[in-house]
């Protein structure tokens, strides 16, 4: 039962904090282990991040695929100041979501404090709930600062 009071309080707070993809990832979850639906082997987990990073990818590359970018509008922005900018930001988002996905994976109880954290920055600062890669890819990041520091 233990488990389902877990996935149910980042189902509220997912809410709370109007983070869509947090509360309909929980309550597919909460759901499924209602259900007694969820997969029992642990490569489970790697093939729906898989799954995830995969039509996470297909939504970014759909403007490709309606001809709304063309290669010229491409090289034109690559080779600005701001394209540059953007690639090297890519980049590196990429490399400290990968260190969020390890970070969630090694320590699962950090999703609490970015949901909180989530709710804070929308409710009082007005803040735009980001997706739980970034906040813990940025997370992983100042962490193993700290660690690095001290």
Do not use: H, W
Not at 7 to 35: A, E, M, P, Q, T
Not at 46 to 73: A, E, R, W, Y
Not at 119 to 145: E, M, R, S, Y
């Amino acid at each position: 039962m233990k488990s389902y009071s877990l996935i149910f309080l980042i189902f509220v707070l997912g809410l709370l904090s109007k983070n869509r993809l947090v509360y309909i990832s929980s309550g597919v979850l909460l759901l499924f282990s209602v259900l007694n639906l969820m997969p029992k082997s642990s490569s489970s987990q790697k093939v729906f991040l898989d799954v995830g990073v995969i039509l996470l990818v297909i939504g970014v590359m759909m403007p490709f695929t309606q001809n709304s970018i063309s290669i010229q509008d491409l090289y034109k922005s690559l080779f600005a100041a701001r394209g540059c900018i953007s690639f090297v930001i890519g980049i590196l988002s990429s490399v400290m979501a990968r260190e969020g996905v390890e970070l969630m994976k090694k320590s699962p109880e950090v999703m609490i404090g970015l949901l909180l954290g989530t709710i804070v920055g929308t409710a009082f600062f007005d803040g735009i709930p980001v997706g739980p890669l970034v906040a813990a890819g940025f997370a992983a990041f100042i962490i193993n600062l700290f660690a690095r520091i001290a």
